[in-house]
């Protein structure tokens, strides 16, 4: 039995904890609060209050699981390197965390970060295009967690942060373009697509490509955001009149309501094409995104548990996106999604 430090124990942080628990581990929880249901659990060590105040405690060199809110989620990664901890980093941040590369180096730590599913596994899926197609010319993923039907409303609630989803909408949008990366408004290139089972639904850019962007040898890049037709123009209408608080309430996640995840990643060089979709609409109480998110960090912090992030998954001291984990461990973290049930098609 290993030990892993869990930092924030929300939707999907509290799947990754009880996942942990099920592959035989002991899980350290840092939160601000921490739910009976969770604290109660055996192997489970809750450490309530400031996690900032808490960090101090840690059992050095631990393998750190950052699942906070964008937010604060950098803030904790220097004080963590500096202990010569290895963080599997979910925490998707503004800030590049490739600032801390020297930090990393010197203390002998690692930090895995974007370990979600997109970015996080689309990141992976890309590398494996590269591997097989060879320098590409066009690379394309589309991702959503939306509920199986649409409202008169948002259709939409959300299944992690909703904060991080308000980050996700204003943030400028870095994409590529004929092999130069440029930055456009969030929210534009909007178009309906075609979703197999599920109907018309709406695209558009935001900033999800993030380290594919110098990792992946692609001419074109461009990662959209997918919802029900609607959504966005109710977004572009009221949002300015809307304080956080009520979005965050009007966002509220229902886990009685039906709900989807949805990532399609599209890569193409001169002769060939390749395409993947994954697929989940929750299993056994959990919702989609949290069991795709929180499958991909699962997996991540196995790899880091059990064989270690350097000898293990090919990595060095330092800051790694998902895509430098190398190839055995991106087929372990597939595999075991799939054996938690959650569909990858490859045409």
Not at 32 to 50: A, F, K
Request: with cysteine; charged share 25%; aromatic share 6%.
């Amino acid at each position: 039995m290993a030990v892993a430090i869990a930092l924030g124990c929300g939707l999907i942080g509290r799947f990754v904890i009880e996942r942990l628990i099920e592959y035989g581990h002991h899980v350290i929880v840092l939160d601000l609060e921490i739910p009976e249901q969770l604290s109660s659990l055996e192997h489970v060590e809750s450490r309530q209050g400031d996690v900032f105040q808490n960090l101090s405690d840690l059992p050095p060199h631990s393998v750190v699981i950052n699942m906070l809110p964008g937010r604060i989620g950098d803030g904790v990664r220097p004080l963590l390197l500096k202990k010569g901890h290895h963080v599997v980093d979910l925490a998707f941040t503004a800030e590049d965390p490739h600032q801390y590369q020297s930090i990393a180096v010197e203390n002998d730590a690692v930090l895995l970060w974007d370990v979600g599913i997109a970015p996080g596994m689309s990141n992976m899926l890309a590398k494996k295009a590269l591997e097989q197609l060879g320098e590409l010319e066009n690379l394309t993923i589309k991702v959503g967690g939306n509920p199986t039907q649409p409202d008169s409303e948002w259709s939409y609630m959300a299944p992690f942060s909703p904060s991080d989803v308000i980050e996700e909408y204003t943030r400028p949008a870095r994409i590529k373009v004929e092999d130069e990366i440029c930055e456009v408004p969030a929210i534009t290139d909007r178009h309906i697509i075609q979703v197999d089972g599920y109907g018309k639904m709406e695209a558009f850019l935001t900033d999800g490509l993030r380290s594919v962007l110098t990792t992946i040898s692609a001419s074109n890049m461009k990662e959209f955001t997918v919802r029900w037709p609607g959504h966005i123009d109710k977004w572009l209408k009221e949002a300015d009149t809307l304080n956080e608080n009520e979005l965050l309430e009007a966002w509220k996640y229902d886990n009685s309501r039906e709900e989807f995840t949805w990532l399609e990643v599209v890569a193409e060089s001169k002769n060939q094409r390749k395409q993947w979709i994954v697929e989940d609409s929750g299993r056994n109480g959990d919702g989609s995104m949290a069991r795709t998110t929180g499958l991909v960090t699962v997996a991540c912090a196995l790899q880091f548990l059990e064989h270690g992030p350097l000898k293990g998954c090919g990595l060095t001291p330092g800051i790694h996106p998902p895509e430098a984990l190398h190839e055995q461990a991106i087929d372990a973290i597939i595999e075991l999604m799939k054996q938690h049930n959650v569909q990858f098609t490859e045409n």
